[in-house]
């Protein structure tokens, strides 16, 4: 490998413009441990020739290790089983392996909460439903031979007299009140409430 900072710095270039890892030497880390080494036997502590290597050696690197890191939660994310990483150094194909089996033991951990807890959510929902329907339901009821009907109030209203004299009202929204039937349809029909029913 070429030690020229120009070089490592066209090499960092293209790292970062291509979406996929640049090609290089099986033994890329080791040359690239190397070459800082050398610089800093050649060069006085703290010199910017020695800051500037070691700067582009870790930018490199953290450049393909970025694109490792992606490409191993898209084949976490997928069914499909981990491929050869093109240009990869056996040891980035190691990292990426045991990244990816990593990732997929955690999503399958992840997902067997949420069907334990999916599994259980619906078990609660079919008892609630088998003891509400334990019961019956109605919407209108006898009182004294007149029909009282169930209504949710819809919009704010003013007092009533009631088909059978009495007095209802005022309403409020989402107000429950039991109406003769007359005046239920009136309300009904102009869709100031709307019919319930109530389990008796």
Do not use: W
Not at 53 to 65: G, M, P, Q, V
Not at 68 to 92: F, G, I, K, Q
Request: no cysteine; net charge positive.
């Amino acid at each position: 490998m070429d030690s020229d900072p120009k070089s490592l710095g066209e090499m960092l270039r293209k790292e970062r413009a291509s979406p996929s890892l640049q090609p290089v030497s099986e033994n890329f880390y080791s040359e690239l441990k190397g070459m800082v080494r050398d610089a800093e036997e050649r060069y006085p502590p703290f010199s910017r020739e020695i800051e500037n290597l070691r700067n582009l050696a870790e930018d490199i690197f953290n450049s393909r290790e970025k694109k490792l890191v992606l490409l191993a939660v898209s084949y976490a994310r997928s069914d499909e089983d981990v491929s050869d990483v093109v240009n990869a150094t056996p040891a980035e194909k190691e990292f990426f392996e045991n990244l990816v089996a990593m990732l997929k033991n955690r999503r399958s951990d992840f997902q067997s909460q949420g069907a334990a807890k999916e599994k259980e959510h619906r078990k609660k929902t079919k008892k609630s439903s088998s003891t509400k329907g334990a019961g019956t339901t109605k919407s209108v009821v006898k009182t004294g031979g007149a029909d009282i009907i169930t209504l949710r109030i819809l919009e704010d209203l003013p007092p009533i007299v009631g088909s059978d004299k009495k007095t209802y009202g005022p309403f409020k929204t989402e107000d429950v009140v039991a109406l003769p039937e007359k005046n239920a349809k009136v309300f009904l029909k102009h869709k100031y409430g709307e019919l319930i029913e109530i389990t008796v």
